[in-house]
């Protein structure tokens, strides 16, 4: 060999693409340190702990052999979530998916990330499997790899939780949406919601008629669009509020609730005592106890 030549790597040195990590009956933990290296192998039974960002292209990779999961690096999100973008991606292909903080793994080394990694971010299939913040990676991995999301049409997952139950009977319930009030609800609970309060709400609103609500601003909208339905629902006394969408994720009705700050009341919510610059959980509560 010239002294100018390129050094050549034994065979033995190139470390393999995917790592087996755990196993069981229903598949593997497989880690690898790039979204590109999932394959045909990992199709439907395996996930995938790979040390790339989550964005929509190594999703598109990721999807094309649809793993059972996906586990990536979160990359410090980015300008509009851009490296985190392909959780919702993923979402929509129905492959539960979270992302690790990208200072608790190294990038470019998918076992490193199985052993010491956190999870930071999860779409929503993951976190019906069991995943949530915090969770070590490995932990998470092991979760996806025993547990499947439930197999629901998009109207049956509505996330319906309840938050404060009042001596009566009464109760404060987060929900996706102002679409998955029901006559439970009429008169008696208030709902948070994550939706906007334009006027494609209120139909909904007179339907469920509930005791009270805080749904989203939308992030107002031109001449407040995104707020019109307090008012029009006023004449029927109904008692609202929104929060703030820069401050809780809209379609994550639990997000409304422990994220939102009160960003505009109707007539009747104001008196009640809810205020702007209020959490959702006191205003929801001065709602329920009104």
């Not at 034994?10 to 196993?23: F, I, R, S, Y």
């Not at 749904?215 to 008012?231: F, N």
Request: aromatic letters at 4%; proline letters at 5%.
């Amino acid at each position: 060999m010239s002294a100018g030549a390129p050094k050549q790597t034994p065979a033995a040195q190139t470390p393999a693409k995917q790592t087996e990590v755990l196993a069981s009956a229903r598949g593997r933990v497989m880690c690898m340190d790039s979204a590109y290296d999932v394959d045909a192998a990992n199709r439907g039974r395996d996930v995938c702990v790979n040390s790339s960002y989550c964005g929509v292209l190594p999703a598109r990779f990721i999807a094309e052999h649809r793993p059972r999961a996906a586990i990536g690096m979160d990359c410090g999100v980015g300008p509009e979530g851009s490296a985190i973008a392909g959780l919702w991606y993923l979402e929509a292909l129905g492959i539960p998916a979270a992302t690790a903080d990208v200072m608790t793994a190294h990038l470019g080394d998918g076992v490193h990330l199985y052993r010491t990694g956190v999870v930071r971010f999860a779409n929503r299939l993951a976190l019906d499997c069991g995943v949530a913040a915090g969770l070590p990676v490995r932990g998470a991995a092991a979760v996806l790899l025993e547990n499947d999301p439930p197999l629901a049409a998009a109207a049956e997952i509505t996330n319906r939780t309840v938050m404060e139950t009042a001596p009566d009977g009464r109760s404060v319930v987060a929900a996706d949406s102002i679409a998955f009030g029901t006559s439970e609800d009429t008169g008696r609970n208030v709902l948070v919601t994550a939706g906007h309060t334009g006027r494609s709400a209120v139909p909904y609103l007179r339907r469920c008629r509930p005791l009270g609500f805080i749904c989203s601003d939308g992030g107002r909208g031109m001449d407040d669009s995104g707020i019109a339905g307090l008012y029009m629902v006023e004449a029927d006394g109904l008692a609202g509020a929104t929060v703030d969408a820069r401050r809780a994720r809209m379609g994550n009705g639990l997000s409304h609730y422990h994220d939102g700050i009160i960003s505009a009341a109707n007539a009747a919510a104001a008196a009640a005592g809810v205020d702007i610059g209020m959490p959702c959980p006191q205003a929801a509560h001065l709602l329920l106890h009104r």
